[in-house]
């Protein structure tokens, strides 16, 4: 099996427009908006973690200028450090996403529904796959799409088969890519189950009440050729990832722990680690109590002694589909930086209610290996083993 | 890879009144399912006859390829919510992420293996099964249940509209499903997969099918509903094997016909292997299933 | 008013069994079986089908938390709960 190399990155989340923004931004959690969605007659505000820099218009273009900048970012990256055109141009697109283009078909609807009450939802897309299509085209890749739509996993499964068809040698390049922007039927849907917060999401907190939705959207290069010089995110690289199918319930892990512990050995099993080797722990953490549970008492089954252990959604929200690439960028930039990062108030040792408290503030991190878990809805579980050294 | 089990479901939809599948659910699995739509309903028709009768090891991963999704519950909530602006029915809501089929799929079959949703417009089914022999081959997994789901939305006239079909164009849906597994050959083997490949060009897949030097009698060559006439015309130059058209109007178009191409192969006599082509309309790319039949002394 | 009650409950047997696609008739459900974990085997996911129809319908909103496990004990205690907050 070949090395797979991460060469080029970028982010956008409520945080800032690049990763370097994105890690300098993880000290204090933002508030979220207070955003307005019109459907139906219907007007609804709800909290929301907006991409900064970013404002709510033009949703029909919103989409595309954001990928298009994120994208371009991290192609000129790994341009710089090595990749051709030729190789660009066969270089294989793994699309992760919830929503994917939605929020472009959702306004193209509601505009023709205010000339003519006859007109058809879904016509300008209707394929997950037709996004992919659009950024390959745009980007004139000629390479293989595959789009995964696995939930709140989808862009670290998409991440997992990149790294495997990179490091098998069926692509010698591979573009990932999570996206994750507001739209009314997710914000209406999660409405609808009673998961918002109100205020910032606060996971193994004894004051949890919810999500808060994020908009988010990451790219990362996977390269079969060592870079020509380190990258932002260093010697990273992913080395061993586990998925598993959970039956429990369609909406939650199973709480008793079990499958979440089932996945991540299995992800420590094919990194060839044993769980005390590890530096860190990234949570999938959304704040609901069944999933905190779920995680907690997998994480209490695999590990004798917790190693730090984080979260991220209180910095950038629940990016849904795209938080699987948001958060490994996020995590992988600042362990390369030097730290762990910590949610201040959020889960410390006098209010967490599961036994296990949340790193607090900055905190200095060796080069190592760290696990980082996602959960979604339809009983779907990955966890990643990611390594900054041998 | 080995075939040990096949099953479809595939009709034409001429009125708007679509298909009942409930019935055919239950007839297939056993036993009702509730609170799911036509495309679940769809999968679990397919991957219920693809099993019969038989259990599946609990660590077989389901992998699951569409050209469009679930639009059938996509609908369900767009059109109430901004029509009338109600929420999105939480039963349908969860079930709008694509992996709620592979929930379903593996709770039937007491699954606890890989689950994975993959979306190509045009390569839908070979995708689900190009990753699903990857896996096989990096050892993740060594029994894979692989599908491919697209279906028919009422009414046609926007059903057309959606897919760019002109009008009167005969539609279908299909869910079409196998079982494969990595490892020595089982006894029960009825195919063994070669190869899924995607070449970038149609000069990449005339070299490969070149060098493979195949039999023209011995060879079932397939066109896929996306590849077009001109580029099979020089595949029958380059290799001398003869394009086999099954009637491209039957029983309809869907995006992931290509699923129903194993089967088809294999439920008549002729041809040791199958090579089923197929190509995105929008770009260069080709993608070839090759196929070969296990032959049984009866 | 008791006739009221009566076809309320019948109206919510009906509304149970179409929301939550259940393949029982609406005499199959007795007025004070327990509804989420009970005979008809209904999970969280039901309970807020059920309390989003009621509220379309009824114009009654059963918060999540206590007054949902409250609510929905059983068809009566749902007709208790829809009559008691029911606008006009």
Redesign the interface.
């Known amino acids: 099996m070949r090395e797979a190399w991460f060469i080029g990155a970028d982010t956008h989340t409520v945080l800032g427009r690049s990763l370097a923004d994105n890690i300098a931004a993880l000290s204090t959690p933002p508030a979220p908006q207070q955003i307005e969605l019109r459907f139906g007659g219907q007007t609804i505000v709800i909290p929301y973690l907006i991409l900064a820099d970013q404002p709510l218009e033009d949703i029909e273009r919103r989409l595309y200028q954001v990928l298009y900048a994120v994208i371009g970012q991290a192609l000129d990256e790994a341009a710089k450090s090595g990749m051709t055109a030729a190789q660009r141009r066969r270089m294989g697109l793994f699309l992760g996403t919830s929503s994917a283009d939605v929020s472009v078909s959702e306004a193209r609807f509601l505009r023709e529904l205010e000339t003519s009450p006859d007109a058809t939802a879904l016509i300008g897309s209707n394929s997950i796959s037709n996004l992919a299509r659009h950024l390959r085209h745009h980007f004139g890749l000629g390479g293989p799409d595959y789009s995964f739509n696995t939930a709140c996993t989808a862009s670290a499964n998409a991440l997992m088969s990149a790294v495997d068809m990179v490091s098998s040698g069926d692509l010698d390049h591979a573009l990932v890519v999570g996206v994750e922007l507001c739209n009314v039927i997710t914000a209406t849907g999660f409405q ?3 998961l918002f917060a109100s205020q910032t999401m606060q996971p193994f907190d004894q004051d949890r009440n919810g999500l808060i939705l994020g908009e988010g959207c990451s790219a990362l290069v996977i390269s079969a050729s060592a870079p020509k010089a380190e990258g932002q995110l260093g010697r990273f690289h992913l080395r061993g990832s586990a998925n598993l199918c959970d039956t429990y ?3 939650a892990a199973n709480p008793d722990g079990s499958t979440v512990a089932a996945v991540m050995n299995q992800a420590l099993a094919r990194a060839g680690l044993e769980a005390s080797q590890l530096g860190a722990i990234k949570t999938h953490g959304t704040a609901s109590l069944h999933n905190d549970e779920s995680e907690m008492a997998g994480m209490r089954q695999v590990f004798d002694t917790l190693p730090p252990v984080c979260a991220l959604k209180p910095y950038i929200g629940h990016t849904l589909g795209a938080c699987g690439l948001n958060e490994l960028l996020l995590f992988c930039g600042a362990a390369q930086a030097g730290f762990l990062p910590g949610t201040p108030g959020i889960a410390s040792p006098e209010r967490a209610d599961l036994g296990v408290s949340l790193n607090q503030s900055r905190l200095p991190l060796a080069p190592g290996h760290f696990m980082l878990n996602f959960f979604g809805f339809g009983g779907n579980n990955t966890s990643l083993i990611l390594s900054n050294t041998e | 890879m080995w075939i040990r089990a096949l099953g479809d479901y595939s009709d034409t939809v001429d009125t708007d009144e679509l298909p009942a599948l409930r019935q055919l659910v239950r007839e297939a699995l056993g036993a ?1 399912v ?3 739509g036509r495309f679940i309903q769809l999968a679990l028709i397919g991957a219920g006859r693809c099993m019969g009768e038989q259990a599946l090891p609990a660590q077989t991963a389901v992998y699951l390829g569409s050209g469009r999704g679930d639009l059938d519950v996509t609908l369900e909530v767009v059109n109430p919510l901004f029509r009338e602006g ?2 999105p ?3 349908s809501f ?1 079930n709008t992420v694509s992996n709620a089929t592979n929930f379903y799929i593996a709770k039937h079959f007491g699954l606890a293996g890989r689950s994975n949703f993959v979306c190509n417009r045009f390569f839908a089914f070979e995708a689900a099964l190009e990753l699903a022999m990857q896996d096989i081959r990096l050892g993740y997994t060594d029994s894979v249940l692989v599908g491919s789901v697209d279906l028919v939305t009422a009414s046609l006239h926007q059903h057309r509209a959606r897919l760019e079909l002109p009008p009167e164009h005969p539609v279908a849906e299909g869910s079409h499903w196998l079982w494969l597994v990595g490892g020595a050959q089982p006894e029960d083997a009825v195919a063994e997969v070669q190869l899924v490949r995607q070449f970038d060009d149609l000069r990449a897949l005339l070299g490969h099918l070149h060098a493979l030097n195949l039999s023209s009698e011995r060879s079932w060559l397939l066109p896929g509903n996306f590849v077009d006439a001109a580029s099979i015309a020089e595949i029958q130059t380059t290799t001398g094997l003869t394009p086999v058209h099954l009637d491209a109007r039957e029983p309809g178009y869907y995006d992931s016909r290509a699923g129903g191409a194993i089967s088809a192969f294999l439920s008549q006599p002729d041809g040791d292997t199958l090579l089923h082509i197929n190509r995105e309309t929008d770009g260069e790319r080709f993608c070839l299933m090759q196929v070969r039949r296990i032959s049984r002394v009866s | 008013m008791n006739e009221d009650r009566e076809q309320l409950k019948a109206a919510l047997k009906e509304l149970v069994i179409e ?5 029982v008739e609406p005499d199959e459900i007795t007025d004070d079986e327990v509804l989420i974990g009970g005979p008809l085997d209904l ?4 309970a ?2 059920i309390c ?2 009621v509220q ?1 319908k009824y114009g009654v909103r059963i918060e ?1 938390g206590p007054q949902a496990r409250k609510a929905l004990r059983s068809i009566n205690a749902l007709s208790d709960t829809i009559l008691e907050h029911r606008p006009g």
């Open positions: 609808g189950l009673g319930s369609m909406s | 009702p509730r609170r799911i109600l929420p029915k939480p039963l969860v | 929301e939550c696609d259940k393949d999970d969280s996911l039901d807020l089908q989003m129809a379309h999540a």
